[in-house]
């Protein structure tokens, strides 16, 4: 009976708390200070927990932000992405993009059960995945922005969106606009966002393509600097060693700069996704790459705001949806 009772005031106190968030969620918009009283200590907890995390892998940056961007590109930045498997549902995490690719759910998971232990049922799984892609992005030496917070999380994955929406790292660039328009993104955004590639590294099987049958003849990507391409020939054989890794940016793998873009322009972009910007003859996004080379701080402002566009994507608000006890199950 008391075992009963208690878990009958957690679920009241769960309700309680989203009730308060509900009402003070100004018309169920989002916005920086949402948690300034419901959980004030969220910032700082989570920013704790990027340093230890980042600083004992700094390659969990970069996991980080992708996690983010994976879940908002999945009908909304709703946490689904990070759902496991139920009776209800197939998890994001079983899709193509996915699938032995994706990390950093403990790092999400340690975050998650120190917020339910200061402040229960108050902050969502979708707004620690907002939070921590900033923290990722800050912490690599790039830029702060105010992330507006007061997602909810959804209650179920989609796993055969994640299959089709998720940009392919061999993707052509009209088939990257196209994947950025139906989230309300355009150019800007898509070279600016990609951009987050001056960070983290690629599997060989996302790269192999381009340097054996680039266009189905059996030839390399033409546009791939000579030295760079024997180098990454080295790390990616024809066949086996799919999970070897190379930096997306050579120059400097774990910090947040625009090395990437200057890379591009020497036909040292990883991912046939990254070297399209500057080759896939589309003007806007050309300049874009270059604009971003030659100036840090215009990239940086972009990204930023790019960064808040793609975190507005579909967020659930209000009753929408839940706060997840645990991440990886619904309520």
């Not at 055969?160 to 088939?175: C, D, E, G, L, Y």
Request: glycine share 6%.
């Amino acid at each position: 009976m008391a075992f009963s009772l208690g878990l009958v005031m957690l679920f009241l106190s769960c309700a309680i708390s989203q009730a308060f968030l509900v009402s003070s969620s100004n018309y169920g918009g989002l916005f920086p200070d949402f948690y300034q009283f419901s959980c004030p200590q969220a910032n700082d907890i989570i920013m704790s927990y990027m340093e230890e995390a980042i600083a004992k892998d700094p390659r969990m940056a970069a996991s980080l932000l992708r996690l983010h961007f994976h879940d908002c590109f999945v009908q909304g930045c709703d946490a689904s992405v990070l759902l496991d498997n139920s009776s209800g549902f197939k998890s994001e995490k079983e899709a193509g993009p996915n699938k032995n690719s994706l990390r950093g759910f403990e790092v999400i998971d340690q975050i998650k059960a120190k917020l339910e232990q200061v402040c229960p049922c108050t902050v969502s799984c979708a707004d620690i995945l907002a939070l921590t892609a900033r923290d990722s992005v800050v912490l690599s030496g790039g830029p702060y922005w105010e992330v507006p917070l007061g997602r909810r999380d959804s209650k179920r994955a989609y796993f055969n969106k994640a299959n089709v929406n998720i940009p392919a790292p061999n993707s052509k660039i009209q088939t990257l606009i196209s994947l950025f328009n139906r989230q309300g993104l355009n150019e800007k955004d898509l070279v600016a966002l990609s951009g987050a590639h001056t960070i983290g590294v690629a599997r060989c099987v996302s790269f192999r393509q381009r340097l054996y049958n680039q266009t189905g003849d059996h030839l390399p990507d033409a546009t791939l600097e000579k030295n760079y391409y024997n180098d990454l020939k080295s790390i990616c054989p024809t066949s086996g060693g799919n999970n070897n890794i190379s930096p997306l940016d050579i120059v400097s793998p774990n910090r947040f700069d625009n090395s990437y873009f200057k890379l591009l322009l020497l036909g040292k972009g990883l991912l046939n996704s990254d070297e399209v910007l500057l080759t896939g003859k589309v003007k806007k996004t050309k300049q874009l790459v270059k604009i971003y080379a030659e100036n840090e701080a215009i990239f940086f402002h972009q990204f930023s705001k790019s960064m808040v566009k793609m975190g507005n994507i579909s967020p659930l608000t209000e009753l929408k949806g839940e706060i997840r006890k645990n991440c990886r199950r619904v309520n």
